[in-house]
């Protein structure tokens, strides 16, 4: 029974930890959407970058072809006009064709 409860606390670990992505914020440096909906964008800090990440810093990604991809780009849009700082939590996943910036997941305007 000990040896299960190592096992049962060694897997609560590891996931929790994969389940945690990068961070950024600042302000919003610069925005591109690409041919097919990607939209890449820069802000001034990215900590916790995952390893995919680590080539090019700074640098978040989504889809701005979905519902949710449409807000984070107004979002990213407006921040960028008032010169207001964003928050950014990313995925810890870098899931574009490029496959070296992390997907960000939210992206907040702090005011």
């Not at 591109?32 to 640098?59: L, M, Q, W, Y």
């Not at 984070?72 to 939590?89: F, Q």
Request: with cysteine.
């Amino acid at each position: 029974m000990t040896f299960l409860k190592y096992v049962l606390v060694a897997v609560a670990m590891v996931s929790s930890f994969s389940a945690y992505g990068g961070e950024g914020s600042g302000l919003v440096r610069r925005i591109a959407v690409i041919g097919d909906g990607r939209v890449i964008f820069s802000v001034d800090t990215h900590n916790n970058v995952p390893v995919c990440g680590k080539s090019v810093t700074g640098e978040f990604d989504f889809d701005g072809t979905t519902t949710v991809g449409k807000n984070m780009l107004a979002i990213l849009i407006a921040a960028a006009n008032t010169n207001k700082p964003v928050s950014i939590d990313g995925s810890s996943k870098c899931l574009t064709r490029w496959q070296d910036r992390e997907t960000a997941l939210h992206v907040t305007i702090v005011y």
